[in-house]
């Protein structure tokens, strides 16, 4: 059940004051039956070694009380202490960090919105809670203030509990959703209910239902998972295409590789293949693979390309990134990149491809 889940996998309940993590001192204390709303906050641990969901019972009153009959989500809220503790220690956070938290924490599901709200100590705070979905909610107690954390995430259907970090050789089961798999060296394929990791590095495992994507999961085999998010949470550059390239080349660095040369042939082929694209989605014939694109324009050992619609370009990038097929333009090992974008109704249609 998952109470053995849980003591493995997200440890106990854990008491901080979070005025001692401004100074670097964080004191875990065993969690008590009944808490004097005016002691020290309780925060559930924010990493755990499994993908799991579970509601739980807060085990601060002020917490509880302001939730009252919404479900709390246990792994969820160990994802809201990470962003109290960073907040506490003065450092900035956003929905990518929030993300990544959950992804640490071990919750499976999209986060799809954060709320921050500082009260005086032991204050209710203004928060509305969501009426659906899964609620992720923590009190911390900062020097001057308490700090709450709200993540509100969009659960499906139950997965099984699958671990984050894992060694070569090691078989997880997947269950009965359709799976797919991105591995360390850019290739995706089908998986059925069970997956061996045959190599090291990062995986990015893909759970659909009959309603499209369930979860996006990564997993580091071999090695740590990284603590900060892959994305950038600013793009900079002089044009949308520059900015483009510039979070790619940022990702390459998150990687621990060198930036990639932004090369002229290839931007022009990521023209063709958005103008491709484009009429694709007009009605007309489907665009091209990026690798056959790549080959024609003289580029023989071939490549890949993403392609994504969203609302803003920092969308599009992430939509990228969390994606098994279109993920390949920053985790493997490539020379060149090029970059096409075009303004559309509701958002922005970007284009990268990579070449060797």
């Known amino acids: 059940m998952y109470s053995t889940l849980i003591r493995s996998s997200l440890a106990a309940l854990v008491t901080v004051s979070l005025a001692g993590v401004a100074s670097g001192c964080v ?91 500082h009260t005086a100590h032991d204050a209710l705070p203004q928060l509305v809670v969501p009426a659906t979905g899964d609620i992720g909610l923590v009190r911390a107690r900062g020097p001057d203030d308490d700090i709450w954390v709200l993540l509100h995430g969009r659960s499906g259907a139950a997965l099984p509990p699958i671990p984050r970090e894992a060694q070569v ?10 799976w797919r798999a991105g591995s360390p060296d850019g290739s995706v394929f089908d998986v059925g209910e069970t997956l061996v990791f045959n190599r090291a590095g990062e995986w990015l495992l ?32 002089k044009d949308p295409e520059e900015a483009t390239f510039n979070a790619v080349a940022g990702v390459w660095k998150w990687y621990g590789r060198e930036a990639p040369q932004r090369d002229s042939g290839v931007d022009s082929v990521a023209r063709v293949r958005l103008r491709e694209a484009q ?64 303004t559309e109704a509701g958002g922005v249609h970007v284009v990268v491809m990579a070449a060797r």
């Not at 050789?169 to 359709?178: E, F, P, S, T, W």
């Open 169 to 178: 050789g090691d078989a997880v089961r997947l269950g009965l959703h359709q």
């Open 206 to 237: 893909q759970a659909r239902g009959a309603d499209g994507v369930i979860a996006n999961l990564p997993v580091y085999v071999g090695q740590p998972m990284p603590e900060v998010s892959p994305l950038l949470s600013v793009l900079t550059g």
């Open 279 to 342: 009429a694709a989605n007009a009605g007309g014939a489907a665009a091209a693979p990026a690798a056959a694109l790549l080959r024609r324009a003289g580029f023989m050992e071939g490549g890949d390309g993403s392609e994504c619609r969203a609302a803003t370009l920092l969308d599009c990038i992430e939509q990228m990134w969390w994606s098994p097929d279109q993920r390949a333009v920053f985790a493997s090992d490539y020379r060149s990149v090029g970059v096409a974008m075009a």
């Open 27 to 117: 004191h875990p204390a065993p969690p008590v039956a009944v808490v004097d709303p005016g002691a020290a906050p309780h925060l559930p641990a924010p990493v755990a070694d499994l993908y799991v969901h579970h509601v739980g019972t807060p085990v601060d009153p002020l917490v509880k009380q302001l939730i009252g009959a919404r479900p709390w989500e246990e792994v969820l809220s160990g994802a809201a202490t990470a962003l109290a503790l960073k907040i506490a220690a003065r450092e900035s956070t956003d929905l990518l960090a929030a993300r990544w938290a959950a992804v640490r924490a071990g919750y499976p599901y999209p986060v799809e919105r954060m709320e921050i709200v």
